[in-house]
């Protein structure tokens, strides 16, 4: 019923910063409320931030004063903007959505495939 599709990914230098974009289609209009989750190899899924369809906000403590979530709803597209970059911050980003407000836990219907971001130091 939705699908999600994440890009924006690459390598980056410590301190640097990317863009990742996540494409929604298919029935959006339950679709109120929407998240970016990160899994580094051997870790569990952890919350990145969340976004609702006002735009309140919400946030991780590691990523505070550094990402931004955003959306533009005339184009279904989701956004983190990641900056001042850690080595910390590898691994797979993945966006999710749902009609029910998980905050940063992962229990969101929907979920991208994934798109890996790699920072060295």
């Known amino acids: 019923q939705v699908q999600l599709v994440e890009s924006g990914g690459g390598s980056v230098q410590s301190g640097g910063s990317l863009r990742l974009s996540c494409a929604a289609s298919?029935?959006?209009?339950?679709?109120?409320?929407m998240g970016w989750f990160r899994q580094a190899p051997g870790k569990e899924r952890e919350g990145v931030a969340t976004?609702?369809?006002?735009?309140?906000?919400g946030y991780a403590d590691s990523v505070k004063g550094r990402f931004t979530i955003s959306q533009d709803k005339a184009k279904n597209t989701l956004y983190l903007q990641m900056n001042s970059l850690k080595s910390e911050g590898t691994a797979m980003y993945y966006c999710?959505?749902?009609?029910?407000?998980?905050?940063?836990?992962?229990?969101?219907?929907?979920w991208g495939q994934g798109t890996q971001v790699t920072v060295s130091s």
């Open positions: 999710a959505a749902d009609r029910i407000w998980w905050w940063l836990s992962a229990n969101y219907a929907y």
């Open positions: 298919g029935d959006l209009q339950s679709m109120s409320y």
């Open positions: 976004i609702n369809s006002v735009g309140s906000r």
